[in-house]
């Protein structure tokens, strides 16, 4: 269950991803989610490592972190949108310096779950390979029903896409605050 929970930002992301991915192919769909399932796992692992001392100072700010990423890359997508200057460079889930924001966003929370796990003495090994298994394969399938609507969606996707970052990361925000 922690790994579905932790797995649900990412997936939501996948599904814009997969929104604005045209021509997609199982290469395309398993970097995009291999991205997010790597991520997933070695933010509690790090989280772990840090251990208790930092615990407290971390989830200050975790829920801004993530906030200020994904509103920032989403504003830039309804930006590019609406603009009507030529696009030099569209957004593309699939650019790397985008994939890694995107991934890094989304498992912050993952990283306040490790330092949790080290709290509880939590069998990290195992736990990380499940959290990253299972946002591997929910991602997997967000980008595919992403990609399918976007087919239906197509002139709209930039702005649909931007508008569901900004609010995956205003959800992650309100969380943090009132937690």
């Known amino acids: 269950m922690i790994g579905v929970g932790l797995a649900a930002d990412a997936f939501a992301v996948s599904l814009t991803s997969g929104l604005y991915i045209r021509h997609l192919k199982w290469q395309k769909a398993f970097k995009v989610a291999i991205a997010f399932g790597i991520f997933q796992a070695?933010?509690?692992?790090?989280?772990?490592?840090?251990?208790?001392?930092?615990?407290?100072?971390?989830?200050r700010f975790d829920h801004w972190i993530g906030f200020i990423l994904l509103t920032a890359l989403g504003l830039r997508m309804i930006h590019e949108a609406i603009s009507q200057e030529e696009k030099e460079k569209p957004f593309n889930p699939l650019n790397l310096e985008t994939l890694l924001v995107m991934a890094v966003a989304t498992s912050i929370d993952a990283l306040a779950a490790g330092l949790g796990f080290a709290v509880l003495k939590t069998p990290i090994l195992l736990t990380i390979a499940v959290i990253g298994v299972i946002t591997f394969w929910l991602c997997l399938g967000g980008i595919y029903l992403g990609h399918h609507f976007g087919d239906r969606f197509q002139d709209k996707v930039e702005v649909i896409g931007g508008v569901?970052?900004?609010?995956i990361g205003s959800r992650i925000l309100w969380q943090g605050l009132t937690t």
Do not use: K
């Open 42 to 59: 070695i933010m509690p692992l790090m989280g772990w490592g840090v251990g208790v001392g930092f615990r407290d100072y971390i989830i």
């Open 164 to 167: 569901i970052l900004i609010a």
